[in-house]
């Protein structure tokens, strides 16, 4: 409703969902960084004190600040799609990891290729990366 008589609103509300991942800038990079060094400080110093109220007060910031870089399909999608394909494997941290990396950078070269939107297909690629991982690759069963 906000963005209802902004005549850039709908240019506006792409870019939240979307993202520009391609237009970052090291200002950009520079204060995500000041920011995740001030989450990690807070988890690591304080990881017997932290509650869950202080544990969602984090992450909400980390949100938020992400997704006002990449958008909140990929940061969704970067939360969300590695630990479903991961699910089930003993170094599931790891694999999360190499599916959410080999999705970004395929991604990446894809919409480089093919001329289609950054967001999109790194989403498609996180996705498929995951199912592959979830299905076609057989996972060793957790102890």
Known sequence: MLLANNPHGSESLKDLLVGQIL???WNDILTI???SVF???IIFSF???????GFYLLFALAVTSSVQ??????VFA???MPALGSCGYRNALLVGYVIGTTGYGLGLLLSSF?????GAVIVWSIAIIALLFKFAVKSKPME
């Open 23 to 25: 237009w970052i800038t």
């Open 33 to 35: 960084a000041l920011v």
């Open 39 to 41: 989450i990690l400080l």
């Open 47 to 53: 990881r017997q004190r932290l509650n869950s109220l």
């Open 69 to 74: 870089l990449v958008g909140v399909y990929l």
């Open 78 to 80: 970067s939360l969300i």
């Open 114 to 118: 093919l001329d289609l939107p950054s």
